[in-house]
């Protein structure tokens, strides 16, 4: 059975950081799309960042950019999220997604909800100020 696990949420204060990452079973990353999304609480999900393994190309979200760095371990077919910074507006719901799709690495990100590829549980992140 194809599983995405996350791990690395918590709690911190603003400024601080952690790092997420996700793990890929039954599947190898080859030609996959993977992304971080995040959902707060009476909001949409919405993409954070993505990564193609196939051609590395990445998208970040402009709320996140130069604080955020995604990352893949293709050998351990993980992806990294380290957050930095962190407001407490990123307080959210986190969750990887995959999908096997070329090319598109921005529209995939822009358009969880229109994703036919898998999804993980989730990890809590929570930002106090």
């Known amino acids: 059975e194809v599983q995405l696990v996350e791990s690395g949420g918590g709690s911190v204060q603003a400024g601080g950081s952690l790092r997420l990452s996700c793990a890929a079973s039954e599947f190898g990353f080859g030609d996959y799309t993977i992304g971080w999304f995040r959902q707060a609480p009476g909001k949409e999900r919405e993409g954070v960042s993505c990564?193609?393994?196939?051609?590395?190309?990445?998208y970040l979200a402009d709320f996140v950019k130069g604080r955020f760095t995604i990352s893949i371990d293709s050998a351990k077919n993980t992806v990294y999220l380290q957050m930095d910074s962190l407001k407490p507006e990123d307080t959210a719901i986190y969750y990887c997604?995959?999908?096997?799709?070329?090319?598109?690495?921005?529209?995939?990100?822009?358009?969880?909800?229109?994703?036919?590829?898998?999804w993980g549980q989730g990890t809590h992140v929570t930002v106090s100020s």
């Open positions: 990564i193609s393994d196939l051609d590395r190309s990445t």
């Open positions: 997604g995959a999908e096997r799709v070329w090319a598109q690495t921005i529209y995939y990100c822009q358009n969880p909800g229109r994703s036919h590829g898998y």
